[in-house]
């Protein structure tokens, strides 16, 4: 399930749910569902590698922080070849010869008999009988005057002998256009004999491991090269795992297949397209290096895009049970995810009330019209794990997956009817803080001067004059919204927090933050209180907390009878009339 730009699909996801406090979302005439990442969020984020390579990050080091405890290095033990599932449920293919002759033979090749050899530049049809092959050269003439093989004598198709290679339409479900192959051999399958319909078709390419990693589509070969060389390393895990794991698939007669459920194969198209030298070298450079753990290979999953942040498996899959927490599968922040170049980083999709409760009915069974969600439980990187619909008639818990499924979203990191996407320089600050701000709590506000957008763990404030974006937290935050944030009487921060340090004062812990109109002053004992105007000028003049007022112990407040006044330690600030009156003691 996880695509990149281009739209390839492959493999699926895992999770864990961490139910944290939701309001509920509501829409009085539709949803609009404000999403970012594409893929299950588990794992190793495509873009995000493509992000912290452009950061100079090494392909080990992007995999160790995408898959925690892991190590990287070479292994002696993995599968020399790999039987991999091109397509199937087919009642006839084409083969086409290119750079020379293919074969094709009834059996194995050492049985020695030649079903025909397809002229370079010639495509041949193969298909699918009651019970037999036909096949049939470029004329339309059915090849050997008679039928072939059978359920139990398959076709084999070779054409690394001859320096050829045979280009199947068929096998591509990505652009439609087809692939060509030129590694291993293609063994062609009569199943389903037993239809009422006749016998159909499936295709599996046989070839050696490392050269079946040559040829995966996965992202493109432009990308910067310890991307790739972490992409590389990641599929061959994955793939070595499914191999050394999982028994041969009956479905399909193979290790691994083609496309949504596991991995991208293009064949020979890899090689051969734009950059795709660079793709080899990517692949031939980390030659037998996988992720292990505990000296043990994992399942590496990834996507094409988290959005800012991977999600745990037992989050992701199993709603929160912490029976299937996997030590390597957990959330991560991924700071870079948000490269320009994603185009997975924010998404929007929309419908109408009637839309949505139809597309959720599967789901919901019936409960009226789809009113709003509420008791929305997320993931630490903010997926949708689970969430009780409401409806004018009735309720119904729903998965975040089956929200996935219903509304078409590309990744279970949505918001409803509020768009938290975080974006920009507030993302930039977000990512440099290792995601720490927590979940967003509300969407970006713009305010004179800047903008600011609130999380779990305080707000990021951005003064976009001054390039600055500042993390306020705890009390000193509480304080700043309580005036009404960066569009209060305060304005943006002109400077980060800093401790207080003068040789008047000894207060262990206490800080202070300025801002375009103010200040918020902090101490263990005394609280955050926030001081502007003439008070605050009459304070600095008097020293600030280093002078005889020590530290505030209230902002400024209206006064009864008119005029603002504050309280210190040790005295207040009285001012009226356009003058002001300190007193101590």
């Excluded at 031939?284 to 505990?294: C, F, I, K, Q, R």
């Excluded at 003049?541 to 209230?554: F, H, Q």
């Amino acid at each position: 399930m996880r695509r990149w730009f281009m739209r390839f699909t492959a493999m699926v996801a895992v999770g864990m749910v961490l139910a944290l406090p939701a309001p509920s979302a509501r829409a009085a005439d539709g949803f609009t569902f404000y999403g970012s990442g594409d893929g299950h969020g588990l794992g190793m984020s495509q873009w995000g590698a493509y992000g912290l390579a452009q950061m100079g990050w090494s392909h080990g080091r992007i995999l160790r922080h995408f898959y925690q405890h892991t190590d990287v290095g070479v292994s002696l033990s993995l599968p020399s070849q790999i039987r991999v599932g091109l397509t199937s449920g087919r009642t006839l293919v084409h083969l086409r010869a290119l750079d020379g002759p293919v074969r094709l033979w009834e059996g194995e090749p050492s049985a020695n008999v030649l079903v025909g050899r397809i002229p370079a530049g010639e495509t041949w049809t193969v298909i699918a009988g009651a019970k037999r092959w036909a096949v049939r050269d470029g004329d339309g003439a059915l090849v050997g005057g008679h039928l072939w093989g059978g359920p139990s004598t398959n076709l084999i198709v070779t054409y690394v002998d001859t320096g050829s290679r045979v280009f199947i339409p068929e096998a591509d479900a990505i652009w439609y256009k087809g692939f060509s192959y030129a590694e291993g051999t293609i063994e062609m399958n009569l199943t389903s004999c037993g239809d009422a319909n006749g016998c159909v078709e499936r295709l599996i390419a046989r070839l050696g491991f490392e050269t079946y990693l040559l040829g995966l589509g996965e992202v493109p070969a432009s990308w910067p090269m310890e991307a790739m060389r972490a992409q590389a390393v990641a599929a061959r895990t994955y793939a070595a795992y499914v191999v050394q794991h999982y028994p041969r698939r009956a479905e399909c007669n193979c290790d691994i297949s083609d496309g949504s459920s596991d991995q991208t194969y293009i064949g020979y198209n890899r090689e051969s397209g734009t950059d795709g030298e660079r793709w080899v070298e990517a692949v031939t450079s980390t030659a037998g290096e996988v992720v292990t753990y505990d000296g043990s290979l994992i399942q590496a999953f990834y996507a094409a895009s988290d959005g800012g942040h991977t999600d745990s498996v037992q989050d992701v899959w199993h709603g929160g049970d912490a029976a299937y927490a996997i030590p390597w599968l957990t959330g991560v922040c991924d700071p870079g995810d948000a490269t320009a170049a994603n185009p997975w980083t924010s998404w929007t999709t929309s419908y109408s009330a009637s839309d949505a409760t139809a597309r959720l009915a599967p789901y919901t069974g019936s409960i009226g019209t789809l009113r709003r969600f509420a008791q929305i439980q997320r993931a630490e990187g903010g997926r949708i794990m689970a969430a009780v619909a409401i409806g004018s008639t009735g309720s119904a818990s729903v998965s975040g997956g089956e929200m996935k499924a219903a509304f078409g979203w590309y990744d279970q990191r949505v918001w409803i009817n509020s768009d938290r996407t975080i974006r920009g320089p507030i993302r930039t600050t977000y990512d440099a803080l290792a995601c720490r701000p927590g979940l967003p709590t509300s969407p970006v506000r713009r305010v004179s001067g800047g903008a600011e957008q609130y999380f779990a763990n305080g707000g990021l404030y951005r003064n976009s004059v001054q390039g600055l974006t500042v993390w306020l937290r705890g009390a000193i935050d509480r304080e700043f919204r309580a005036l009404d944030g960066a569009g209060g009487v305060l304005g943006v921060p002109v400077g980060t927090p800093e401790r207080i340090s003068t040789r008047a004062t000894t207060c262990a812990g206490c800080t202070r933050v300025s801002f375009a109109a103010g200040r918020i002053y902090y101490g263990p004992a005394t609280g955050a209180h926030a001081l502007w105007g003439s008070v605050l000028e009459t304070y600095l003049a008097n020293g600030g907390a280093g002078g005889k007022l020590g530290m505030p112990l209230s902002r400024v407040r209206p006064r009864a009878g008119g005029g603002v006044h504050a309280w210190f330690e040790h005295g207040s600030i009285v001012c009226a009339g356009g003058d002001c009156t300190v007193s101590t003691g």
